[in-house]
């Protein structure tokens, strides 16, 4: 049983980071560790709710109050064999997932919540380093070969989950190292590219095969792929970038995020760059989108000594407190500041960008802008936003990132050969139990089916799939849904 007044003895604590200052001069990660009775008196914190709405907050249903109670009584195995049972990556999810969990955590109506995160992530740091992070396939395949397209979290989750029923699974990636998103989209100060390195590694001992440089369509023709597979999962992502077509859009300087993103990344893992050089030294930049990819941006900025660093949201600024229109245990929508921010960034809501400024030689030199004003329901929902008269100015800059989302998946090659189904919003169409598409054998899971959303997702949908790969295969299952784990099934 847990410790039922552990929340009350110890307050929410998490580990400590290294100073702004120092760690702008590096990209390696700068979150410290728990101590071992810090990690113990945190996870104690979890009182093991009657009805712990932590599960239905976590996308895999991951069986948060049984592993925090292994974690208060030292059972480090036991807490990795529960953690692993619903999730295949805690190394990353406990490293870069926003924990809509710890929203839900019940001490979240009325304290700080549970460190779920932070405990998710120590359990498989200590699990690594005891062992107990082991090959999972059996020896005997089923005779089934299934190709997974794409190497995101979504991907890998897919197949590590097919592996583990006994089927040959090879992914294909049109990047030349795997991970996709976690790879080339994260910055390595978040996530370490030598924790998706381990994690490939294992893949492989699990037989699990990786084709990079390669792409379905132009490579590998979608004839050779039904011709040598049984089923294929398409977990290609969202990856077309939203853009701001708006007057001087085509001035020298202005760049998509990813590719931003993507070009630092290969900077610090010393592979050879694509395209042209972005580098932001000494420059005046402006970021426009306030999530979580505009985070980095500003993060990867302050690494590239920027001059300066703005952030621009159209949205106005939210509250500290917890809105009406987002009640417990929904994740809510509140004013935060990430560890980018706390690096060196001026931020600005209710901005709406209207024009890209030229100098003299046509390269950029400042963006027109305007505040807005947003009108709202009664639950505080946005619903319009009006321009504020005379409030047009502009703001100087050399360089401007654009972090507007994704619109969805690349339709050139793949989608359009295989004749794809599309939902309304662009995303591939699939039964939303089976994540079969219209095409026979053909399944999506991830971004490329439910739109630009969260690793943790990605991850559920991947494990998703491969169940329903599975049972197509084979005619029957074992490998688990969300919330149908061991006792639980």
Request: aromatic fraction near 6%; charge should be negative; hydrophobic fraction near 40%.
């Amino acid at each position: 049983m847990a410790n039922p007044t552990g929340f009350k003895e110890f307050a929410r604590q998490l580990p400590p980071k290294a100073a702004p200052r120092e760690r702008v001069a590096h990209n390696h990660e700068f979150v410290g560790t728990y101590s071992e009775s810090q990690l113990t008196q945190q996870a104690s914190r979890c009182m093991d709710c009657g009805i712990p709405f932590c599960h239905s907050g976590c996308p895999l249903g991951n069986i948060i109050p049984e592993f925090n109670d292994a974690v208060r009584e030292e059972k480090w195995e036991d807490a990795y064999q529960i953690l692993s049972a619903t999730n295949n990556f805690p190394e990353f999810t406990g490293r870069i997932c926003p924990a809509p969990c710890e929203a839900a955590c019940v001490l979240s109506i009325h304290s700080s919540p549970v460190a779920i995160e932070e405990i998710e992530k120590h359990i498989i740091e200590i699990a690594f380093a005891k062992g107990y992070v082991q090959p999972t396939a059996p020896v005997l395949k089923s005779g089934k070969s299934v190709a997974v397209v794409g190497s995101g979290p979504a991907g890998l989750a897919a197949a590590a989950q097919l592996a583990r029923a006994g089927h040959t699974v090879t992914v294909f990636e049109r990047d030349d190292r795997p991970g996709g998103l976690l790879r080339y989209g994260i910055p390595d100060f978040k996530l370490d590219k030598w924790v998706i390195d381990r994690r490939i590694d294992l893949l492989k001992e699990d037989g699990v095969s990786f084709r990079c440089n390669t792409e379905i369509g132009r490579d590998v023709s979608l004839a050779q792929l039904r011709r040598d597979f049984d089923a294929v999962v398409l977990a290609g992502g969202a990856s077309v970038p939203r853009d701001l077509n708006i007057p001087g859009r085509e001035l020298p300087g202005i760049h998509f995020a990813m590719d931003y993103l993507t070009q630092h990344n290969r900077r610090v893992s010393e592979l050879a760059l694509t395209d042209a050089p972005i580098w932001v030294e000494g420059e005046d930049v402006v970021v426009i989108g306030s999530g979580d990819t505009g985070s980095d941006c500003v993060g990867t900025a302050n690494r590239q000594r920027a001059r300066s660093i703005t952030q621009f949201a159209l949205m106005h600024q939210p509250g500290t407190e917890r809105p009406a229109h987002t009640p417990w245990p929904q994740e809510p929508h509140i004013f935060r500041s990430s560890t980018s921010h706390e690096e060196g960034c001026q931020r600005y809501w209710g901005i709406n960008t209207k024009e890209f400024l030229a100098d003299e030689a046509g390269r950029l030199r400042a963006l027109r802008v305007s505040d807005v004003t947003w009108e709202t329901d009664v639950l505080g929902r946005r619903i319009r936003f009006e321009e504020v008269p005379d409030s047009d100015r502009e703001i100087p800059c050399q360089r401007v990132l654009l972090a507007l989302g994704f619109t969805g998946p690349r339709m050139d090659g793949l989608l359009n050969e295989l004749e794809i189904d599309l939902d309304p919003r662009g995303n591939v169409l699939a039964n939303d139990k089976t994540f079969v598409t219209n095409q026979p054998n053909i399944f999506v899971a991830g971004d490329m089916r439910r739109g630009q959303s969260l690793v943790v997702w990605a991850i559920s949908e991947g494990r998703e799939a491969a169940r329903q790969v599975d049972l197509l295969l084979t005619g029957k299952t074992a490998l688990p849904s969300k919330n149908a784990v061991g006792m639980f099934a």
